[in-house]
């Protein structure tokens, strides 16, 4: 009976069932009013009755508004399907914005960043996919970090 | 009757064993709580994976992703997820047991077998064998999830060969349900199986919007999704490997208890008998003297 309630209210006001999985666990689960995620194509917003959806995700930020309250997370690459009222992400890391640490976070983002303008070799090695994707991961967590007011 | 100072001895030696056995039991237990911590945390990531790739290939057929198309068998790679370390009961003897059934039932059938191997004790027994082992993939526990991709990114590059590859890959591990027991599951990890034709039909109704595409959706979750199967099934054994060598070690620390309490009574009761029959020695002679 209350699943039928929410999906008519799902078109207005309704809430999503947000669930963020990653490997060790899910990181969010909350009912909220809105998501946006980060696509390979840019990014993209998730309102209560949303047409089934699947996009492929790249690290990046998502924000979530529940209870009237705005969260910011770090995402890494994965994908997420969205429903009308329900919305799955699944990314191999996920960390809140107030846990990251961003001291950490700016040093290893400019190692990485040295390495790779060291790196020599193909455009596509497997080497440097794995020094852009570790430098996307760090970039996100920063920009987590700042959108939600930590510098 | 073993004279008194023997039966000590070994009294003595049980002894010990109850001790390593109960040590071993003490590491088992915390390292499966890690384990099974691990295990438990990732299921819920693998099990979502699995239900989008299933909703997504009813929708598209198997033709959408090469590795969704299954073809004549020639050639079957077993994947097989056995333990560095013994004295875990029977959890390395019932895979192998089960894998070399399984070799014997497919080179019937007309079929080559080739085998990737985890674990040390694996390892050895193929080696005595005479079969291909074509991954020796000992020490991969260790490189948790990067390794399990890696390893994921192998069995796609075995499976997409032009020549020499193989036709269908086969993971054999031992599931976790508890400590005390394990499931042995046979799972096919390549071709991936999509959902039948029927239930394809029933499913097939609202498709998703794909972002960016529907080929570039199907690239990344279809190897995530092989990544994924991978490391579950690492987790799912290490667990396993804990949870059996746990309930061994508790088993062979009540059988040392019982041993040492039978030669505990044997003990005294030769050390009764000793005593008695220095008493009617004692007796016999006192008596003889009276005369």
Redesign the interface.
Known sequence: MAEETQQSGATRGGVIRL?V??????AVRADVDQVEAP???GE?GVLPGH??????LKAGVVRYRSAGKSFVVAVG???A?AGPEAM?I?T?RCVESADVDTAAARASLDEVTRQLDALQGSVDSAERGELVRSAEWLQAQLDAAKESGRN | MPSLKAIRRRIVSVKNTQKITRAMKMVAAARLRRAQQRIVELRPYAEKTREVLQSVASKVGPEAHPLFQAREVKTVLLLVFTSDRGLAGGFNSSILRAVDRKIVELEEAGKAVEIAVLGRKGRDHFRRRNVTIRHDLVGAYEGGATRAAEIARTLMADFSAAEGGVDEVIAVFNEFKSAMTQLLRMQQVLPLVTPAAAEAEASAGNDYIYEPSREALLNTIVPMYVEVSVFRAMLESQASEHGARMTAMDNATGNAKKMIASLTLEYNRARQAAITKELMEIIGGSEALKD
């Open positions: 669930e999985v990653t490997p060790v666990g899910a696509s390979v194509d993209f047409l089934p959806l699947l996009a492929a690459p994965g994908f399907e799955s699944l191999d």
